[in-house]
Structures are given as structure tokens and as C-alpha cells.
């Protein structure tokens, strides 16, 4: 068997969002304190351009939901802020997270990197089941993650995909971008692009 040919991709991770709403994620909110400044003023992360379904229907605040941050001494959730589209019949509804947050994964990524890494720190809580399935996923093919990034980016991630390969494991194309301190971005990035495809 050949070295990239890889496990096959959990269907999950490759499927683009076809709801009317759903999860938006606010590249410029890095930390917890950055959140909490997105909480008081909801213009930091109100998407532009009007409601990403109908592109016409200004978006209000509707809710604050807690979302669970699991391996964060305490700070068990944080609040997340959701819009609805003003436009009738749309009414979409959007959850933006932060940056920081791994979407699915109830973690912040920081703590993902950490699990991945060969020897975890002592201090490390991730269970080690959670850490072999997370660690078999970057063992996975990245077919539609390596096309999202040809075909839906610019020229430079265009490139970047042409070297990667269409047989590219999804370790590969994290380590092309930097390893795992780079998940916040890659994921954010590749979320912007398709939303719902998933880096791991």
C-alpha cells in the first residue's frame, strides 16, 4: 500500500452545509477576552454584507447560547451570539463562534493542538480514546479538503493544493500550513470557503 494512500474520509467531515442558517466562525476573535468584547459590542461579529442565505436581510441579534469548552480550567462554556435575517420569508439563523473554538469538537483548538501532539503534557485532558480517533482522522484522505482549497481559494492556495495532491492525507495538508498551532486558521479559512467541510 502506498505511504499517502491513507484511511478513507469520514463522511462527516466532507459534507458542505445545505441548511438555511448555521455556523459562521469570526476569524478576528482569537481568545476568551476577545469573545467577551464580541458579547458587549455584537457589530464585532455581525457578518457584513447582510444574511449569507438571501444576501438581502439585515441580521439582528436573537439569542446568546452557551456552548461547552471541555479542558478549559474553569470556564466550562462560553457565550456564543446568534443573528436571524429581518427578512421574511428567509429568517435564517447564524451561530458565529470564535476563532478559537474547534467547531464540533467542543474544545478550543489550543487544547486539540496539545492532543495531538506524540506526549501529551501530563496536564492534557483530552481522553485517550478521543485522541486516537482525532489523530486517525488526520490519517484520513483529504480529497474534498485539497479540491476546496484548488478550486474555492485564491491562486496561492490553488498552488498549494497542486503540490498537496488530490491523494493527500489530511496530516499533510495541516502540516503544509504549518502543523497544529495552525488549526484555528486552516479551519476558519477553509470553513469561509465551504462551509461545513471539515479539517478534522
Known amino acids: ?55 438581502t436581510g439585515g441580521l439582528h441579534v436573537h439569542s446568546r447560547r452557551e456552548r461547552k469548552l471541555y479542558g478549559h480550567v474553569g470556564v466550562p462554556s462560553i457565550s456564543i451570539l446568534v443573528f436571524r435575517c429581518a427578512r421574511r420569508p428567509c429568517r435564517a439563523l447564524w451561530r458565529v463562534l470564535p476563532k478559537f473554538l474547534a467547531r ?37 484522505r483529504a480529497a474534498v479538503l485539497v479540491a476546496v482549497l484548488a478550486t474555492r481559494g485564491d491562486d496561492t492556495l490553488a498552488r498549494r493544493a497542486a503540490v498537496l495532491g488530490s491523494g493527500a492525507l489530511r496530516r499533510e495538508v495541516l502540516a503544509a500550513f504549518g502543523g497544529p498551532h495552525q488549526l484555528p486558521m486552516l479551519a476558519a479559512l477553509v470553513h469561509r470557503l465551504v462551509r461545513g467541510v471539515r479539517v478534522m
Open 104 to 140: 464540533h469538537l467542543w474544545r478550543a483548538w489550543s487544547t486539540v493542538a496539545e492532543a495531538l501532539e506524540p506526549e501529551p503534557s501530563p496536564s492534557c485532558t483530552v481522553p485517550p480514546q478521543t485522541r486516537r480517533r482525532w489523530r486517525a482522522r488526520l490519517r484520513e
Open 1 to 55: 500500500m502506498p505511504v499517502n494512500a491513507g484511511l478513507p474520509s469520514t463522511p462527516c467531515l466532507d459534507r458542505p452545509s445545505s441548511s438555511r442558517g448555521g455556523t459562521l466562525i469570526a476569524a478576528e476573535i482569537e481568545d476568551l477576552l476577545a469573545q467577551q468584547q464580541a458579547l458587549a459590542q455584537p457589530d464585532r461579529v455581525r457578518p457584513r454584507g447582510g444574511c449569507p442565505t438571501c444576501g
